[in-house]
């Protein structure tokens, strides 16, 4: 599997997404921390884990006896530099554009 499948596998789940979402927020939380956040064992949340960590999403760094984990948003950026930048490109962003211009005159 390559580095793009793994973060696509990753960003696939909601509860990686959110795992996310809560790191945007506030970076260097514990699994406890996040834990707290959701409805699933410590097992649950430790499994996915380690798949953001897998995708590069996540990175960790030990502070005294805790684990902190840290978002990693750089593959995020080249998924969308790949994958998503080339479809806003102008002519793409003028047919967006257009689409509630028709259905207003179609009113």
Request: glycine share 2%; proline share 3%.
């Amino acid at each position: 599997m390559d580095d793009d499948d793994r973060v696509f596998k990753a960003l696939a789940d909601p509860t990686r997404r959110f795992l996310l979402d809560l790191l945007f927020a506030r970076d260097g939380r514990t699994l406890t921390e996040l834990e707290s956040e959701l409805e699933m064992t410590r097992f649950g949340v430790m499994k996915h884990m380690k798949v953001l960590e897998e995708a590069n999403l996540v990175v960790t760094r030990r502070q005294g006896r805790e684990k902190l984990h840290f978002l990693n948003a750089v593959p995020i950026r080249q998924i969308h530099d790949r994958w998503i930048d080339k479809y806003t490109s102008d002519h793409a962003r003028a047919l967006l554009d257009l689409r509630p211009r028709l259905e207003d005159d179609e009113s």
